[in-house]
Each structure stands twice: as C-alpha cells, then as structure tokens.
C-alpha cells in the first residue's frame, strides 16, 4: 500500500476552512483515499474517501489532485468539535485492514 | 443504540492475570477487527476476522487469542498479562472488506500494574 505523508498539527481559527493536505506520491490505480479522524479519547471516525474525483458529503470535501499524487481534506467551517487527529489512509479496496499513520493533529481555537 | 460496543471500557489489571474484553456490534457487518493503541497514539491492527474467519493476525504475541463467537462478536483475551500490554484496545467492524465505512467501538484502557 501507498505511504502517506501529513503534517504534524496545523491550527485553525473557529469558523474558517480547515484544509489538511496528504501527499501519497506512491499511490498506484486501484488505490483509494481515505479520511478518518480520532478526537480525544473515541475511537476512529470515517470522513470520506475517493478515487480520482472530488468527494462531498456532509463533513467534509476531498480534493485529489488530477495526477493523485496529493488530495486535501477540506473542513468548510471547523468548529471547535472539530478538533482531532486527522488520518489520510491509501489502501485498496479489496483490502483488509486499515493501516493508520502518525496523522495530523489539527487545533480548532475561538 | 450503539453500533459498536466494547467492555469494558476501562480495565486495570496486575501482571500475570488473564483478561478479556469483549466486542459487539449491531451492524450486520460481516468483518470485525480489533486494533492496538499504544502511548505514542499509533494504531495498529491486530486481528481481523470475515465471517467468523481469521483473516488477519499481525505480528502479535500468542498470548492475545481472538474469538468470535458469531458474526456479530469478536472477543479478545489476554493471558499472562505484561506492563507493555498497556494500550487503548479499539474494535470495528466493516461490511465485507469493504473499508469505506469501518465503525470503532470507544476503546477499552487497559492498564497493567
């Protein structure tokens, strides 16, 4: 499976866009991304996830880049319940575990 | 009603005791898993069963043994217990191995002492 990249934390101002990017260079044809998040103390929660086109649904966008080398997360007004640790996972999908990252840590503040 | 239920939700433990801790889920999924949180906050997958059928057993030692009982349970026990068992304990469950969707349970901690 492709290896992801993300930044350690990143901040964001309560009521703005959070954008949290991955970088999955490696990623091969059949491999989807995936976005889960862990706020303090729950279990993971699934986000989204996407092929090669941009992805909505009521949390969140995701943005993948036409070469899918890359995709953002996209957060269009985070709120302080937002805050968490954020996992970009590339897995396919006829696998059979999903296999977390360090993630970002990303700090939503009034 | 909660989907994916795990107890108990805190455990502490001496060395040496046999532990376990129990999953259920209402989802009608076919696969559960169940992960390991460590201190440094990374998860890592453990054991994955489809259809009652061991699909996945990581590098973990023989003293964690998996049982599922039925589709709609996965248990893990724990013998001999050791400081470095120490970790939040996540189960899921998934339909199929489809990974779109995998729900958590609330994690058990468990603290040997």
């Known amino acids: 499976d492709a290896k992801t990249t993300q930044p350690t934390s990143m901040d964001c101002a309560e009521g703005r866009a959070a954008n949290l990017p991955c970088n999955h260079s490696t990623i091969s044809g059949n491999e989807y991304v995936y976005w889960y998040r862990q706020i303090h103390s729950q279990g993971p929660q699934y986000i989204i996830h996407g092929l090669k086109n941009n992805e909505t649904n009521e949390m969140a966008s995701l943005i993948i880049t036409e070469d899918r080398k890359s995709s953002t997360l996209i957060l269009p007004h985070a709120t302080l319940r937002d805050t968490a640790v954020y996992y970009c996972i590339v897995r396919n999908q006829a696998g059979t575990a999903l296999i977390f990252g360090k993630g970002t840590t990303l700090s939503v503040s009034s | 009603d909660t989907a994916v239920s795990q107890t108990p939700k805190y455990l502490v433990t001496q060395m040496g005791n046999d532990k376990s801790i129990k999953c259920e889920q209402n989802?009608?999924?076919?696969?559960m898993y169940w992960y390991k949180q460590d201190s440094k906050k990374f998860l890592k997958i453990m054991f994955s069963?489809?259809?009652?059928?061991?699909?996945i057993n990581e590098t973990v030692p023989n003293r964690f043994s998996p049982k599922s009982p039925d589709k709609a349970h996965l248990n893990l026990h724990i013998n001999s217990l050791e400081l470095g068992d120490s970790a939040v304990y996540f189960c899921?469950?998934?339909?199929?191995?489809?990974?779109?969707?995998?729900?958590f349970g609330q994690g058990t901690r468990l603290t040997v002492v």
């Open positions: 899921a469950s998934s339909q199929g191995r489809r990974l779109a969707e995998a729900f």
């Open positions: 069963y489809n259809n009652k059928e061991l699909i």
């Open positions: 989802l009608g999924h076919d696969t």
